[in-house]
């Protein structure tokens, strides 16, 4: 087997929107630093913006005097339910702006209003024609990177052999060619996106492998760093965004660009029921906009009452050819499965209506969520507690995080993510600068343990395929896409999925766990027939142990903070007075334990808890 060896100052994990602007970045603070980046698809078109978006979701206009950093704060804090790094959240807002002028600048079509403004969304998003969003942010970081090996797939991180918290590098499998790669780096930067198919999809049977965010998004962000031991914040929050049945598309262009609105089945408009939100969870009512957890709520409400279909009535408000084309373009931008469920079942949405349903769970760091690492905050203006080294590293000495990787810090979208990247990028081009290590030392033994892990399941296949005497079940192996089957229907079922309306309960979730260890007894018997799935196999690790610690969480916070998103049926309400923390977990690889903290959640910028 081929083994490579690369050494750098700086290693990016992912090439996705934070991926390229931590190399765009590291590169002007770093102008001697080799900075590679590890991408296991090919950086111009990878990552959830692979097929591009329709709108850029975070952008406050500050040149026009339309937002602050401090509303962005406001209106973060008020979504999330209180729980946010104010810290970070405050450090991407002020960045966010200069990064889109960059977009804009390397060739992203962003629409303008007549006056010749970016053209508004809503509040925080402007419209772009955004097909080729990646390949054009992907430009600037080959630029800028010294080398970017695609289509390789990072698998473990690796630390000092000398210094367990210090981090020295990543390993991985070449996709293509089956080749070993060996990372060694002074500093490392994980960029590795979300993660779906944690929960089992609505889309099942002849849809399966359809999701909202993208089926690549294996959640490489969260099991890299949990196996390396880094703490982890937020793991509990799931977004459960609304979106238009079976395609996927995205609403906010609907709501907030189009001005449609939604119905329950008897034509009654339901999402705007603060009275009833306010009942059972107070203040967090008047938040404005709405908590996206609250308004998923008061759908799920309706569902229960069976006052379902949600019914989006486009057929209202494509009136014009300019309405028309923006409603067809905004899913041939960026969802282009919603545009051919319209076409495949004959519906031409200026006439007909679409039906809207909460999705399956999502596990990520940069849309109404904040699941990830535990970053360190910004030296200005991050408190003590959230202070321990360079802006955006982890608990472990070189390890950075950005994007949907990073926790604490949501509504990045795009924008924000590649802002963050940028951020990181200068840090740790800074780390690399002001600690003056040598490549710090690797232990061959480790290198040479895990290339017989990361190809185990090729051998597994290899044996055990001659087992079988008819069909393709093997009595010694797993094939990925079964442990993936088990791996959903255990987490829908016991951690609060679809099928159960988002509600789980302590004794459910123990009974999850039991199920789940079993999973991970079968995991070393994954079966890879090709080196594709080999990848599989590996997305499938990384997926089980993101699952395992939204299960560990959601069981330690003994709440429903975000209702809408999940409930605790034996802890329905939100409990301010013992939970509104932050809930840290932290994984040792050698005991194979988890211990659990709480962190206060500092308020940094005025008005309570919610948004006004
Ligand atoms: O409205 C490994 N997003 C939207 N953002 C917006 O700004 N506007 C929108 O309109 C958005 N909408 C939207 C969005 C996403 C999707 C899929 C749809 C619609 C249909 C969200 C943004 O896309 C998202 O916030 C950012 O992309 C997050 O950035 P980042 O960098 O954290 O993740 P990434 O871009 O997916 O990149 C991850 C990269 O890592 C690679 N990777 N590489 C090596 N080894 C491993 N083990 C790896 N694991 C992963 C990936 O291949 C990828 O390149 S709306 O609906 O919300
Ligand atoms: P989505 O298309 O659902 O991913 O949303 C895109 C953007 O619009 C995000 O910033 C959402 O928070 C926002 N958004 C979507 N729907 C609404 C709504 N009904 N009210 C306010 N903001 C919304």
Redesign the pocket.
């Known amino acids: 087997m081929q083994v490579h060896t690369v050494e750098s100052d700086i290693l990016i994990v992912g090439g996705g929107m934070a991926g390229c602007g931590a190399a765009y970045e590291a590169r002007t603070w770093g102008k001697d630093l080799k900075i590679v980046i590890a991408e296991k698809a090919n950086i111009d078109r990878s990552g959830a913006v692979a097929m591009g978006l329709s ?1 850029i ?2 952008y406050l206009g500050m040149r026009w005097n339309q937002n602050t950093p401090e509303d962005f704060v406001r209106y973060v804090r008020g ?1 999330l339910m209180g729980l946010v790094r104010e810290d970070l959240v405050y450090d991407v807002a002020r960045h966010v702006d200069s990064s889109v002028h960059l977009l804009e600048e390397w060739g992203l079509p962003i629409m303008k209003d007549a006056s010749g403004k970016y053209l508004r ?2 509040k ?2 402007i419209l772009i024609h955004g097909e080729s969003y990646k390949p054009i942010v992907a430009e600037a970081a080959k630029k800028a990177a010294s080398e970017v090996y695609n289509r390789i797939m990072i698998t473990h991180l690796i630390k000092d052999p000398k210094n367990s918290n210090r981090i020295a590098g990543a390993v991985g499998f070449n996709v293509r060619d089956g080749s070993f790669w060996v990372f060694k780096s002074k500093a490392v930067i994980l960029a590795s996106g979300g993660a779906t198919h944690i929960f089992r999809p609505r889309s099942v049977g002849e849809g399966w492998g359809r999701t909202w965010y993208s089926p690549w998004s294996t959640g490489s962000a969260y099991a890299l760093p949990i196996m390396a031991g880094a703490k982890m914040v937020q793991m509990e929050v799931r977004l459960v ?3 238009f049945k079976d395609g996927y598309g ?4 609907w ?2 660009y189009l001005k449609s609105y939604a119905t329950n089945s008897n034509g009654e408009l339901y ?1 705007n029921d603060r009275e009833k939100l306010r009942a059972k969870y107070g203040k967090y009512a008047d938040a404005k ?2 908590p ?1 957890c609250l ?1 998923n709520h008061l759908m799920i409400e309706e569902i229960k009452e069976g006052k379902n279909p949600i019914i989006m009535h486009t057929e209202k408000v494509l009136d014009t050819k300019e309405k028309e084309e923006a409603g067809w373009e905004d899913f041939l931008d960026m969802t282009v499965s919603q545009a051919m469920v319209w076409a495949s079942q004959n519906t031409d949405p200026k006439e007909k209506w679409s039906e809207l349903v909460p999705t399956e769970p999502y596990i990520m760091g940069s ?2 969520v904040n699941a990830g690492a535990w970053v360190s905050g910004p030296s200005d203006i991050a408190p003590e507690d959230y202070q321990w080294g360079w802006n955006r590293m982890t608990t472990i000495t070189g390890l950075f995080a950005a994007g949907d990787a990073a926790g604490g810090a949501a ?1 990045k ?1 795009s924008s924000g993510s590649f802002a963050e990247g940028r951020i990181a990028g200068k840090s740790a081009a800074k780390f690399v600068h002001e600690s003056k290590d040598r490549l710090p030392a690797i232990d061959d033994q480790t290198i040479e343990r895990l290339k017989g892990e990361v190809f185990q399941p090729l051998e597994n296949y290899e044996i055990g395929h001659t087992f079988i005497t008819k069909g393709t079940v093997s009595p010694y192996y797993l094939y990925p896409s079964q442990g993936l089957k088990r791996l959903e229907k255990i987490m829908d079922e016991y951690a609060g999925g679809v099928s159960t309306l988002y509600t789980t309960n302590k004794v459910n979730m123990n009974r999850g766990l039991e199920l789940l260890s079993m999973l991970k007894e079968d995991l070393p018997l994954l079966g890879a027939e090709d080196l594709h799935q080999l990848q599989r196999a590996w997305e499938l690790n990384h997926r089980v142990l993101t699952a395992e610690a939204v299960l560990r969480h959601t069981m330690f916070r003994e709440e429903t903070r975000w209702p809408g998103y999940y409930y605790r049926s034996d802890f329905p309400s939100i409990d301010d007075k013992n939970w509104n923390v932050f809930v840290l977990s932290q994984f040792d690889a050698d005991s194979r334990l988890w211990s659990f903290e709480k962190a206060p959640v500092h308020v940094l910028v005025g008005n309570e808890g919610v948004a006004p």
């Open positions: 709108a979701n975070t979504d969304e809503g925080w998003q965004p609304t979106r995205p609403v906010g262009s709501f907030l999402d906009p709405m996206t308004r849309h109404a509504h979208f």
